[in-house]
């Protein structure tokens, strides 16, 4: 969705692995395909080997800098293959829970709960701690700074892209501003009502509150009120030059932006789910909805209308995500889901991925070496970083509460737990992520 004319829609979606280099002569170890291999270490990879690498057009790289994929991406349009088609899907071992993968074993710390005395700051114990002394394990990523400022729950975090600027707003009726550069809190902006999700788009940002969607221009400082919503608006979108909003009644709200009067109007209402809409997002020509009502529905973009409803989940699906042609969802029922399109073009789901907690949240992103990392957040107070498509868990990020919002950025993510805490973490070059060439 363009509003102001230039480039084209980005959806925040995660895109295919894109590591070119390291692994070319290495092999892939045939019995690990199969699932029974008993080696350990085994002389060959446990992980699929990388893309191959883009041509002299550059048809694989991303048009973000942030390494997600596009709209008009040939990769991201919906492939109609039979569910079940890839067979590398939780291929870490031990059920998809990470299992004694070689390249991952030595990044999972044993001790996995958190020092209640250290976060006091009054541990004695110090390295003889049989408790964490750290927000995070693994080597992948270390947090770089802390933002505090907000009261409650932060329930939105957005990045324009190329601003200089970090906006997370809370349920404390408050979006603060951030400066990037020194971590310093650069605004409060009061917006009556509890921030329900927040979007960035082209140059404005959205944010869901109470029975309205407020919406600035960040290079105008123009503002603007889009009625309609009943309650709260839990989850926002754009795709096909449309602004949607999920909200608390169940219906999904779309507005499209007017050039020549500079404001959103109303277009349409999708109506069909029974309980809050509490997660959205857009992906190849379809825009997928999640709901307190236990179902996804998917949505065609060209004339919104409903095209399946699934409803293989048991309880609240919190969040959805696209990744190449899957669909990822995750549920209070302690299962990530991974749905595949068939020969008839529905989704039916080809892996599940099992959790002792209930999930919250998915943001997928990419690492240092191109690999594509999910982050999924737990109600146990935790986020765990898994390899895609294996579910090798490569670290965990543990918190005082539940964090309800991740988001990516350029080397970077952020988390905004249930104190107000918004941490910002980096990633690093994974030296125990080491293979022997066979």
């Avoid at 170890?29 to 029974?36: D, E, I, L, Q």
């Avoid at 409650?152 to 957005?158: L, N, R, Y």
């Avoid at 309800?404 to 950025?409: K, V």
């Amino acid at each position: 969705m363009d509003f102001n004319g230039r480039g084209k829609r980005v959806f925040n979606r995660l895109g295919p692995n894109q590591q070119q280099t390291d692994n070319r002569n290495q092999k892939v170890c045939f019995h690990w395909r199969a699932g029974n291999c008993n080696r350990f270490p085994c002389p060959f990879l446990h992980r699929e080997l990388s893309a191959p690498p883009p041509d002299n057009n550059g048809t694989t790289s991303s048009k973000r800098p942030y390494g997600f994929a596009t709209d008009d991406d040939p990769r991201s349009v919906t492939v109609v293959r039979r569910a079940g088609f890839n067979n590398t899907w939780g291929r870490g071992g031990g059920g998809g829970r990470g299992g004694n993968v070689v390249n991952n074993i030595n990044n999972v710390v044993k001790k996995d709960k958190l020092c209640n005395f250290w976060v006091q700051g009054s541990c004695s114990y110090g390295d003889k701690c049989r408790y964490l002394h750290s927000w995070c394990t693994g080597t992948c990523f270390a947090m770089l700074t802390q933002l505090e400022g907000h009261q409650k729950v932060v329930s939105g975090i957005a990045l324009p892209v190329g601003s200089d600027k970090l906006y997370t707003g809370s349920r404390d009726e408050t979006v603060r501003v951030w400066d990037c550069q020194s971590g310093q809190c650069a605004g409060v902006i009061k917006v009556g009502g509890e921030v329900g999700c927040m979007l960035s788009e082209g140059p404005w940002m959205f944010v869901g509150l109470p029975n309205l969607v407020k919406a600035w221009n960040v290079q105008t400082s123009a503002e603007l009120s889009l009625n309609g919503p009943v309650g709260q608006v839990y989850s926002l979108a754009a795709g096909n030059e449309l602004l949607f909003a999920g909200t608390q009644d169940g219906s999904i709200l779309a507005w499209k932006y007017n050039a020549a009067t500079n404001c959103f109007e109303p277009a349409a209402s999708l109506q069909g789910h029974t309980s809050a809409v509490v997660t959205l997002v857009v992906g190849a020509n379809r825009l997928y909805s999640g709901s307190m009502d236990k179902s996804i529905r998917v949505w065609n973009l060209e004339n919104l209308q409903c095209l399946q409803t699934l409803t293989d989940h048991s309880n609240v699906v919190m969040s959805v995500l696209c990744w190449d042609q899957f669909l990822l969802s995750c549920s209070l029922d302690k299962t990530i889901k991974v749905w595949a399109a068939t020969e008839s073009g529905n989704l039916e789901v080809t892996y599940t991925h099992n959790e002792d907690h209930g999930l919250l949240n998915l943001c997928g992103m990419h690492d240092l070496e191109s690999k594509p990392v999910l982050l999924c957040s737990c109600n146990d107070n935790t986020v765990r970083a898994y390899d895609l498509p294996s579910f090798a868990e490569r670290g965990k990020i543990y918190a005082k509460q539940e964090i309800r919002s991740i988001h990516g950025g350029p080397n970077i993510f952020f988390t905004g737990d249930g104190t107000g805490e918004v941490r910002v973490w980096q990633w690093l070059a994974d030296q125990s992520a080491t293979t022997t060439p066979a």
